[in-house]
């Protein structure tokens, strides 16, 4: 069943069930009276004298050239297939409904002076699975995404390629396929397809969706890891947390409390223990943690004003009568976003690192045995799981530093300053796969050392986590091929199993 969406009111939880459950989406149908009034004021500037920017006239540098109105269809579509210049891979499914569900939110605020039948031919290649074929690279996040755009615009015209049924078609043949015909655009509407931060903003929110889930997960692995190393919970004490006020912070340790109540591990050790502290990385995690949700929830929030918002140009402000130039399209608010959630999930993946360093060291780890294999010298055990993690935190840390700082000038100066959100949102797929891999490591460490507890126990919440992964990994006792294991770890964070049924702080700062 399709998604309805009203612009200017999507919330980040429908935007992310969109993209998980890759439902079909379609505007509320009380858009379509702004959409048309745009649309009707746009076909009255097309047919007058005046200059109107991308109405008719040439575009970006060519801005000054006048368009006759014969022409302004041949002008939009030559606009189209002169900007189709993306490479490298196609976008993944997901990704690209997701981008044209942020189109449709964009063009239902009634600014962009599109025809309603162009709403309804990306509401229809949603719900029929006509997905343009989309190369990632290309885009410098300013004037909009213009070549990711482009490519999912040529196929609402029957140009370049698309995907049905599982098959890469070109894109007449696969409109066809589905019962569509292309579209023949109208006067600005090429310029308001490819104007825009869709792009950038679906692979900037799915960057945020996925290091949510690896921030709770954090929350998780910590627990059972202090427990692990047999680590005090003192720090975790509700006033600490509150004389300080970070949001972020009360709620990883309110949330890490909960999940280590009850635990025998814990009770066993609390009174006569000669440790008076743990290292940083047991000891500040709502710190560290609870900072990098502060830092994704600002992120949340931008990025969901941005994901309502419209973002092409020139705008048509029915009211006012007007179609005036500005600058929208530009994507630093989105590059900004990005770049923050790179920031909070290099730092969720370094001091979980730490933490799994600590298990792995019997220096450090408090009467674990080394690399906690139960015969060590024979076997390594998780020795080499650990320089893993050290490898892809390290790989995180050099993907965290900023894009948006990286302007260059393009389009013969006209577009002299870029945000790089394209670059910026795109490697955070990357970053969140490699945090996977780091807290599924951890996870799979912390259930070694906890077993090396018994009989005393856990507590009944990560006794539940523990039969989870239990329930994917066996312990390990003896050598073996790892490469499996910790596949299936990393999956256990990217799809939530690991945390499922747990109460964990949320996206909106609600616990």
Known sequence: MAITLTPGEATLEVLETLWRTQ????????????????????????AGNA????????????????????????????LILSHCCGVGQPLDAATTRLMM??????????????????????EAMLETGVLPVIPEQGSVGASGDLAP?????????????????????????????????????????????????????????IGLFNAWRNAQAAIVTCALSTDAIMGSTAPLVDAIHTLRGHAGQIDVARAQSFLMAGSEIRESHRDGDTRVQDPYCIRCQAQVTGAAIDLLRFAGRTLEIEANAVTDNPLVLVEEGLIVSGGN????????????????AAEIGAIAQRRVALMVDPTLSFDLPPFLTPDPGLNSGLMIAEVTTAALMSEN?????????????TSANQEDHVSMAAHAAMRLRRMNANLNVILGVEA??????????????????LIQVMAAIRDRI??????????????????????????????????????
């Not at 259930?447 to 856990?458: D, S, V």
């Open 329 to 344: 399209f530009h994507a630093e608010p989105v590059g900004f976003a990005a770049d923050q959630i790179a920031v909070a």
């Open 149 to 205: 755009l482009a490519h999912m615009a040529a196929a609402m015209i029957g140009e370049g390629e698309a995907v049905h049924q599982g098959t890469r078609l070109p894109a007449g043949e696969a409109l066809t396929r589905a019962g569509l015909s292309p579209i023949v655009l109208g006067p600005k509407e090429g310029l308001a397809l490819i104007n825009g931060t869709q792009f950038s903003t679906a692979a900037a929110l």
């Open 23 to 46: 439902a079909p989406a379609k505007l509320d149908p009380t858009a379509r009276p702004k959409v048309e009034a745009a649309a009707d004021l746009v076909r009255e500037a097309a």
């Open 474 to 511: 066996a312990s390990v006792t003896t050598d073996r091929f790892m490469a499996p294991d910790m596949e299936a770890s990393a999956t256990m964070i990217a799809d939530g199993s690991l945390t499922a049924d747990l109460s964990l702080p949320t996206l909106r700062g609600v616990q």
């Open 101 to 122: 569900a942020l189109k449709l939110l964009s063009l239902g605020r009634g600014a962009s002076g599109v025809a309603w039948t162009t709403v309804t031919q990306i």
């Open 397 to 409: 840390k050099h993907l965290a530093n900023p894009c948006t700082t990286d302007s260059t000038p």
């Open 51 to 78: 200059a109107v920017y991308g109405v008719n006239t040439g575009f970006g540098k060519l801005a000054a050239v006048k368009i006759a109105s014969k022409d302004t269809a041949t002008l939009q579509r030559n």
């Open 444 to 461: 799979m460490c912390a259930a070694q050392g906890i077993e090396f507890r018994a009989p005393l126990r856990t507590s009944p919440a």
